[in-house]
């Protein structure tokens, strides 16, 4: 069985969902994630690789199919993100502050994909406070580290979904 290659995958979603949608969308196929087990994302590690991760998709014996494939891709890094601005609120951790990170910016980052940290205590006067947003290896959609910047106001509150990522975005690259 021949590996798979995809480009970019960034559709918003859990990520085998996501990913198992651009397998389907390349090959023509109707998958389901009922299907095939996922291995664990890794990071290609050859040099000059053309795709940055790569998983490896094994079918379940009750689907009827047979043999594993490779599944190249590309996962975003953090620092694509740019810099995650949002206001503290009444969080005191960093997974409490995805659910306003995901609607502000219209992506999907889970619990699952990040390690979890306390945030510092509010300092009083706070201006803004920087804290570090870092995926877990496992990740399906991201890789790698970003910064969030909190505050007690957020500069870009009521403006609607601010687009994360600078230029065009695309599926498959």
Known sequence: MSNIV???IDAGGDGKAVLLANI???LGT???LDEFD???PELVTISSPTRNSVVRLAPKAVSGYYGTRKVY???IHGSE???ISVARGSATSVSGLLTAINEKYGILIT???????TLPAAPVGEVEVTVALDFRPGSFIYYGGAQIVLGTNDPNAGSGTQAPFSGVQTLFS
């Open 6 to 8: 995809l480009g970019t």
């Open 24 to 26: 389907n969308s390349v």
């Open 30 to 32: 109707s998958y389901t």
């Open 38 to 40: 996922f291995g664990t």
């Open 73 to 75: 891709y590309n996962r």
């Open 81 to 83: 993100l740019g810099t």
């Open 111 to 117: 619990s699952a994909d990040i390690y979890d940290a």
